[in-house]
């Protein structure tokens, strides 16, 4: 078991230091210095609310694209910022132009919010939302990708695939998917909330039409900070969410993907522009450092914790399924109540999560996380199931 200091790393966060924080998959969390950023954008804005709005705005979100696109290997003219992937996602599948009987092939393990609008989208259109049941454990990677391709067929109007899953925290293979998907001429669109500045992002060698992730996660950026990103042969296709000074700008931009959707009426937007002191950020303190650390942390806490709770880990416990998160199956009929006793018992923030018939505990280990921290968790855990029946054992 790793054991260190991390009471420097610490310090450079907000967050509440009674509480145990395992949670970062959720929302994030922001560090000091890019809340100060964060901040320093926003008075800016309230000093010359209409220069910064109609003259500088554009200019700043610019730069901000272009540091972002540096970062996550792509053309910056390809990304606009949205508030979440949600968003994104809901601009992608309401311009699809869906027909009765297309279907949208997808796993089962995507996230909630996203099931619920490409359901939306396929009920309305008379389309059908096709989920392909992964077997958990996972055991290898051909054996998925090659299970979930045999579901395309000539009614497989796109994919939908997370590239870090939500509830069982796995990396899919969504390289390989794209690979064979754009071989068989079939629309590929990533999920990929969890994955800027938690794994490698590639975006020029990822062969991905379209791809979301959050930057308000791993990145570390304040809430309400995403990105998508479409090749151009698809951009042309997609109408605004919200029509705004965008359609018929009257000082149009080289990109009418660009105009469309980054002018959507008057908003905030300073989180957007803190993407540069991310990027700052994590060179200054040598992030990736702090991320293997990370990962060796969640590997090497995997076993107990499943020996514990008398489950399986979800996936081999390598770098090709597994990053800085780890969701354990565990059985109790009541989540809810597990979570609330873990937070006002124990003063331990993580999620107990639903998926189907199954029910997961995810932790997330970030670089102010240590040994420490899950020795509480597992010894919550161990009590919790000596004197309630909250958790039961099979």
Avoid at 261 to 268: I, K, Y
Avoid at 293 to 313: G, P
Wanted: proline share 4%; hydrophobic share 40%.
């Amino acid at each position: 078991m790793q054991h260190s200091d991390n009471s420097s790393i610490k310090k450079l966060f907000l967050l509440d230091t009674n509480v145990t924080y395992l949670n970062f998959g959720s929302f994030g969390a922001c560090p000091k210095p890019i809340f100060e950023d964060y901040q320093n954008w926003q008075i800016q804005l309230e000093k010359e609310p209409v220069q910064f709005l109609t003259v500088k705005g554009i200019k700043f979100l610019k730069n901000s694209r272009e540091a972002l696109a540096a970062f996550i290997h792509c053309d910056a003219d390809d990304l606009v910022f949205t508030p979440n992937p949600t968003h994104a996602i809901n601009l992608i599948a309401k311009n699809l132009n869906l027909q009765a009987g297309d279907e949208i092939l997808t796993t089962d393990l995507e996230y909630g919010a996203m099931d619920r609008t490409w359901e939306y989208y396929c009920n309305s259109k008379g389309a059908v939302y096709n989920r392909y049941n992964i077997e958990l454990p996972l055991k290898n990677t051909a054996d998925l990708v090659d299970g979930f391709i045999k579901k395309i067929s000539k009614k497989t109007k796109a994919i939908f695939i997370s590239h870090i899953t939500s509830s069982t925290a796995l990396i899919l293979p969504v390289n390989e998917i794209c690979e064979q998907a754009k071989k068989r001429g079939v629309l590929t669109i990533v999920d990929g909330a969890h994955v800027p500045g938690h794994i490698p992002l590639d975006l020029s060698k990822l062969q991905a039409d379209i791809f979301t992730g959050a930057c308000h996660k791993w990145m570390m950026a304040p809430k309400g900070c995403s990105f998508l990103y479409v090749k151009k042969e698809f951009q042309s296709g997609l109408d605004p969410l919200i029509i705004s000074w965008g359609y018929k700008n009257a000082r149009p931009s080289s990109s009418l993907y660009l105009d469309y959707h980054q002018l959507n009426g008057t908003r905030d937007f300073s989180a957007y522009l803190t993407i540069p002191k991310c990027i700052e950020f994590f060179e200054r303190y040598e992030w990736v450092k702090h991320a293997e650390r990370c990962r060796n942390l969640v590997k090497d806490n995997a076993q107990r914790f499943t020996e514990l709770l008398k489950s399986k880990a979800l996936a081999p416990l390598t770098d090709e399924f597994i990053g800085q998160m780890l969701s354990l199956p565990i059985n109790t009929t009541e989540p809810e109540t597990l979570q609330r006793d873990l937070y006002e018992a124990y003063k331990i923030e993580i999620p107990v999560m639903q998926h189907g018939d199954h029910t997961y505990l995810r932790f997330s280990i970030q670089a102010f996380n240590d040994q420490t921290d899950l020795d509480k968790l597992y010894n919550a855990l161990k009590e919790i199931i000596a004197n309630t029946e909250l958790i039961q054992l099979k």
